[in-house]
């Protein structure tokens, strides 16, 4: 399928970002850059944007320079009619319910990274590493919208870490009841999200609406699609947020109650940790990492700032 | 009793302090300057210090400057003859454990900060708001040592903030379980206890036995003496500690499972902590916050930075 | 003439802030409440915050708790009619020099921390230590308003340190040139003025407009005026400006050539670095420092978090 | 000459490390790892390591894992014979004089980190960008010796970012004065160089020797070696150094006085910038960055944190 393996770059798959102007859109453009399969082909972002080069209505903060092709684009007003069927969202929450259903509607496939649909009874909440089935729940989706288009999402960027965290914990063993608390870096709320002065020399004990989703999307994820709907994990999740004075990389503390345990239960779930693999793994996928789950020996780690970039930021080290 | 009361500042009760040039003993020093009822008399170090004049002796660390009449002391040799019989302990936990025992032997009443005697069978482990009736159990340790000397001792620092802050909930409902996470800042490792290198743009998620103390302090705190021996307060502590970079103040999450509950208990355990008052507070003590809890209604308080200056520091804040 | 000497707090001089909702506008704010002098009569803010109560339109950012009194007024509307003669303006240099003007030629005495007006032709830029006769400008202003108002500044807050450095130096010996290069705190640029993002190990070697103020200001200030206008000070200053990660305190490198030098030329200017009084401790006003001026020995001293708290933060610390 | 163009890895040539398991040793040996041209042979270091595996004696600070033939490798003592006839010494300047001295003498190339002989009339202190031709120094230290030993030097580590910037200037211009500011980050200290509580929300004004180190040995680096001695640059240089919390990468600020100067001379410095190559670009040596001098457009940089990796931390990033 992937149109590298046909016949080279000329054919990549053309793609839009919705909200491409901010900072999860940046992310987009700059992952596109280069990827094998796909090629960013539409800007698209709101009326205070459109119709500028995207060089122009992007304040660009990234570490790596603009990539040249996307700074020519024209940015596209939000709703207008897109060529590419494959759609990444980065849109603020506050208009991406919407805009992204309009497109599904429309026939495109919603990629988002925004919470709006996360929890909808047919939209999967995706890590592929966890639960790749979950694509099954689209087919009822469609039928729903009447379009071959439809919306997935990926979750929280702190439940992430925690779902694949806990993921061999629960395979094992089952879990009852999960405490956790996060330690969050900035780069978390955005470029502007944080000001220093609020947060250098300082812990914020709150993240606006972070702890909702933190116990409840690893619930989804770590469920079923069976018999045409979502079957929660059964494990509850106390969750407390805290954002600290790092740049990069989500340190959380977990405490685990499980439904069972057996002899030598530590080192099989270290066993389990170091053993993971994931479809994206099998599949060999361009942007997966090889190991997207890491133990640590030293009990000191992992460090938001010595664990944060393995496998380009994208594993979840551990230790415990 | 306080000498101030009686006929003014010359007849302030002189005392000595062990361990005074490292950063527990110069803080002990600082609070002693110009306090009402005592007076720094004999300041006493390891061999390398012994025979100087304290101005030479301590690389002074902290924000004032050096009580005058404190710089002028020689430095006595651990393990001198005291004239004080009030004798306050900053020594480093390698020398601690004997040390105290051979004042207390002598006849010394030892307030210690370090961990060592802690947790012994009748040393008191105090936090006068909380347990000031442990001081009974010095009665029987008096007959141990054969002496009219003793040792209390005041907890690990992250305890004190765990245990105030559990306090009321403990008393109104009884505690089942606590899970505990905290963000301790780096003025709790000592001056040089954590390298820049180390904490900056990161957070370390050891400190080395830290949950243990963490994990049983508060037990025997807000437990009993009674029938001669401590027992215990029936919850368990889940204890996970990491060091942030803040300067000072020690933050906490907690979980707690109550034993029972009732309508409203949030808004009782508030106003329990709201009229919360202890034993110092009732005898007026000079050095006592004038409320040693408080609760701020904002959610995304407290701060570190913002929180721990309140009351000279000695208070704990709460929000939940 | 301090309200105070005569009868108590009931005749305190009422006065205005404009801009009173921003971070400058808040300091006034606190720094007004319990000022034997003065009280805060009305709050004045742009459109947006107008016919609210201040409690309610203030984003209210400082340590201390918002003052009651201030939090009861209604916020009046920036250009309406005030009450108060004396204006204390906070205003945003978008907004500053128009309103600054309008009320001044309205008869008000507005005293400004905004830049608009500094450098004008009969405008005072005052720190009162050094250049307090520069008031006798105002006559001439007055002239040419047609109006008892005026219009006095106060400078940067890099000028202030650089001014009151080199003070004593230019006194003495005369300075013909000077490099300085600055390492200034957030807080120099409001609450949310510079993303966390952004500063977190890392220093940004650019602030807007504030190399050309530095630059200009001193001279301006060391200056005279005599004959009818300001002769500025003759020395020429070279300018860098940094941000760096602290919460609070701006410090700064100087290097000075000078007109001439004599033996113990050192000796000399720090001896009056030491003895610098001014005019505002000579007539002992309620909110001057003791010292605006001190020398510290230690050689890796001032130091930001330890020296910027000295005389409630309105001194300069120096070392050379 | 080297080995790698001559037959592949086996024949790499074997170098001797001095100070091993300090933090400049482990830098080397992180370095050496996979270098085409050498092999690290022997680990030297002082009497308390030695006898010891590398893999034990040393604390391993660094971002990698320590490489597998290191630590297998048994540290020989300080002063030992070695069978390296290169050796890179990254010893405590308390110890590097002698030392350095001793394996010299015995016919050792000693390539020193340390301050020591930095400034002795025979030994070149070398960036290779800018001086290579001084290594002819080499053969009248030679002689001294009576052996066909010698050491070389590299600078102080913001000596070279100074003598980098300036050099296309002084070559176009010439330069008469000089004021740098430097803002150094706290791994310049090595990994326990500065404690937290030190420098956590502030800066401190003073580096112990560095401002002498920045004043004289930029002068060496860019004059020459001539008659058989070296003649120093003749402009002065005026330094104060900065310790700011910041992990790595030095910023400083550099004021200059030309001897002359022309129409666009900024232009046309700014192109010598962009168009500077030295003798390792010239010869393709395997470590040297493609471009060791950067110009940023942006007049918010060079920033720490976004411009130390490039050319993988061996470049200079400038404005002006």
């Known amino acids: ?23 999860v859109g940046q992310r987009f453009v700059q992952l596109l850059e280069n990827h094998p399969w796909f090629r960013l082909h539409e800007a698209v972002a709101s009326e205070r944007s459109a119709g500028k080069k995207y060089g122009e209505a992007a304040d660009w903060r990234l570490g790596t320079l603009m990539p040249r092709a996307a700074a020519s684009l024209t940015v596209k007003d939000l709703g207008a009619d897109l060529e590419s069927r494959l759609v990444f969202s980065g849109l603020d929450s506050s208009v991406a319910g919407e805009a992204e259903d309009l497109y599904a509607n429309r026939g495109c496939v919603v990629v988002s990274n925004s919470h709006n649909h996360r929890m909808d009874d047919d939209v999967p909440l995706l890590i592929p ?43 094992l063993y089952g879990i009852d009841q999960i405490h956790v608390t996060t330690m969050q870096a900035i780069s978390g709320a955005g470029y502007a999200g944080v000001a220093s002065y609020a947060i250098l020399d300082n812990v914020i004990p709150f993240i606006s609406g972070e702890e909702e989703k933190i116990e409840s999307e690893p619930r989804k994820i770590l469920g079923r699609w069976t018999n045409g709907k979502f079957e929660n994990a059964p494990f509850r999740i106390s969750a407390q947020t805290n954002r600290v004075p790092t740049i990069d990389g989500h340190l959380m503390t977990i405490s685990l109650s499980l439904r069972k345990r057996d002899e030598n239960f530590l080192e099989k779930v270290r066993q389990a940790i170091e053993n993971f693999s994931g479809e994206p793994q099998r599949l060999g996928l361009p942007s997966a990492p090889k190991r997207a789950l890491h133990y640590i020996e030293d009990k000191d780690r992992p460090q938001p700032r010595l664990d944060r970039d393995r496998e380009r930021g994208m594993s979840v080290s551990t230790n415990g």
């Open 129 to 171: 590493e966890l639960n790749a089935e979950h694509v099954d729940a689209v087919e009822k989706q469609q039928k729903r919208r009447g379009s071959r288009g439809y919306i997935v999402t990926n979750p929280n960027c702190s439940t992430v870490g925690l779902a694949m965290a806990i993921a061999p914990v629960e395979r």
């Open 1 to 23: 399928m992937p149109a590298s393996k046909r016949s080279g770059r000329t054919e990549r798959i053309p793609v839009a970002v919705l909200g491409v102007t901010g900072s």
